[in-house]
């Protein structure tokens, strides 16, 4: 079998050390179609990602994709696909077209599923003649609590798990992996300074955590090692959400500064 890199060529869309804090936020519109439109008109300037997670995508297409990016935000298109590779590279193709900016894939799918999304990327932005969207992997999801891993066969802590299947996106050639504060450093260390490391759960100093059970603030996530965070619900729920999304651009922007990034 080849494992050729080809497809991982210099152009960096996403800069993971990026200066600009607003680079670093990724807000996540779980809404319906017109609640998130809403939103993201709402905070257009203010955050520099959108993620669109698979109720939106479902419901409004490959649409939102063009929307989000006439507001002038990089696109986070968040299906986390698993699938036989050839689906898989197909799958990946039709979203590389898009021209949006990132992607996710199940690392469970394993190296071939994660290659052929790689390849599958970059043919969909040749072709469009746009640039190939950045892949992350899950690894476990973090509602896989021990007894449901078990329940399908995954041996070990979820730690051990997390830490082959991190290695296995490294082999693969994926950007990045999608991941727990608890995991992060691991993930850095294992992945080097280039990868893409976003982490959920974020919640500005003083807030409230919803469901989230692992909850960080943005400057502990950055010292764990993560170079994007995801935050939903505490700028979406927020009365004023650009005042929501500019209290944690601040707080990036401090804990930044104060980790060296
Ligand atoms: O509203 P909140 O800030 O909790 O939203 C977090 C976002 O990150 C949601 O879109 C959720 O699906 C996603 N996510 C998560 N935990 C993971 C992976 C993704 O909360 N382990």
């Not at 809403?38 to 955050?47: D, F, M, N």
């Not at 969207?133 to 896989?144: D, G, K, Q, Y």
């Not at 059970?213 to 502990?220: E, F």
Request: proline share 5%; hydrophobic share 45%.
């Amino acid at each position: 079998m080849s494992h050729s890199n080809t497809w991982s060529d210099k152009t960096q869309v996403i800069d993971p050390t990026a200066t600009d804090p607003k680079d670093r936020l990724m807000v996540a519109l779980d809404g319906n179609a017109d609640e998130a439109r809403a939103w993201a008109r709402e905070l257009q300037g203010q955050a520099g990602w959108v993620k669109c997670g698979m109720t939106l995508f479902y419901q409004t297409g490959p649409e939102i994709a063009a929307e989000m990016k006439d507001l002038g935000y990089k696109v986070f298109i968040d299906l986390k696909i698993h699938d036989i590779p050839h689906q898989i590279e197909g799958a990946a193709r039709s979203l590389g077209r898009l021209g949006i900016d990132l992607i996710t894939i199940h690392a469970l799918g394993g190296r071939p599923m994660m290659e052929a999304a790689m390849r599958g990327v970059a043919q969909g932005a040749q072709e469009a003649g746009v640039e190939r969207p950045r892949v992350v992997a899950v690894t476990i999801l973090t509602s896989m609590d021990a007894q449901t891993a078990h329940s399908i066969g995954l041996e070990g802590t979820a730690a051990q798990q997390v830490e082959r299947l991190t290695r296995l996106t490294k082999e693969a050639g994926v950007d990045g992996i999608v991941c727990s504060a608890q995991e992060a450093p691991m993930a850095r260390e294992i992945l080097g300074p280039e990868a893409i490391i976003i982490t959920p759960g974020v919640r500005p100093a003083g807030s409230e955590a919803g469901d989230q059970t692992r909850i960080l603030t943005p400057a502990a996530a950055f010292a764990s090692g993560a170079s994007h965070l995801v935050v939903g619900r505490p700028i979406t729920t927020a009365p004023d959400k650009k005042l929501a999304a500019y209290a944690i651009i601040e707080e990036i922007e401090a804990s930044l500064s104060s980790v060296g990034i």
